[in-house]
T-cell receptor, first 118, second 112 residues
Framework: GESVGLHLPTLSVQEGDNSIINCAYS??????FIWYKQESGKGPQFIID?????DKRQGQRVTVLLNKTVKHLSLQIAATQPGDSAVYFC?????????????????FGQGTILTVHP | ETGVTQTPRHLVMGMTNKKSLKCEQH?????MYWYKQSAKKPLELMFV???????ENNSVPSRFSPECPNSSHLFLHLHTLQPEDSALYLC???????????FGSGTQLSVL
């Protein structure tokens, strides 16, 4: 899982395996969560999001699971490919503007390095 | 291509130089952001603009000066930077009240 420190967590998998990347968040009031993928030399790219009224959401080859009880978020990548090699960030939205709606100020995790071996 | 374009991609500057980073979004979004990404640290929010108005300054030193002339363009003016300011500077945009951010590819800044 992600944590603050000098070294990013790493995950190495073989091509074709399923990958699970974990993230712990701290604010129980957070109501929106996003996973981003960042390849070398590029900006973060949106993968999938989930709101706190859901426990699971599926995309193409990716699934996000949210466990609000333990404040845990995970990203599952099916049939991982070499092109999936990147740093994966989770982000939570725990800021609200005066109107009480989430505005878009995200708190990012440090990231997990995923390496997929052919 | 995410619809958010940043220039230049790379910038090397001395501590006495003045330079500007540019960001343009083609997504019709109303909010734009500057983030700083340093090695092995989480993304740090610097500034937020909503409808051209600055709504957030996350305790950023005055040597960083943002400018948002319209909802599609965002600048970051740099002056008298320090070597510790070397980082990847990312611009992002979002639809108003939509938390999903779209990022540009960033400007890799090196301060000598």
């Amino acid at each position: 899982g992600e944590s603050v420190g000098l070294h990013l967590p790493t995950l190495s998998v073989q091509e074709g395996d399923n990958s699970i990347i974990n993230c712990a968040y701290s604010n129980s009031a957070s109501d929106y969560f996003i996973w981003y993928k960042q390849e070398s030399g590029k900006g973060p790219q949106f993968i999938i999001d989930i709101r706190s009224n859901m426990d699971k959401r599926q995309g193409q080859r990716v699934t996000v699971l949210l466990n609000k009880t333990v404040k845990h978020l995970s990203l599952q990548i099916a049939a991982t490919q070499p092109g999936d090699s990147a740093v994966y960030f989770c982000a939570e939205n725990n800021h609200r503007n005066a109107g009480g709606t989430s505005y878009g100020k995200l708190t990012f995790g440090q990231g997990t390095i995923l390496t997929v071996h052919p | 291509e995410t619809g958010v374009t940043q220039t230049p991609r790379h910038l090397v500057m001395g501590m006495t130089n003045k330079k500007s980073l540019k960001c343009e979004q083609h997504l019709g979004h109303n909010a734009m952001y500057w983030y700083k990404q340093s090695a092995k640290k989480p993304l740090e929010l610097m500034f937020v603009y909503n409808f051209k108005e600055q709504t957030e300054n996350n305790s950023v030193p005055s040597r960083f000066s943002p400018e948002c002339p319209n909802s599609s363009h965002l600048f970051l003016h740099l002056h008298t930077l320090q070597p510790e300011d070397s980082a990847l500077y990312l611009c992002a945009s979002s639809q108003d009240a939509n938390e999903k951010l779209f990022f540009g590819s960033g400007t890799q800044l090196s301060v000598l």
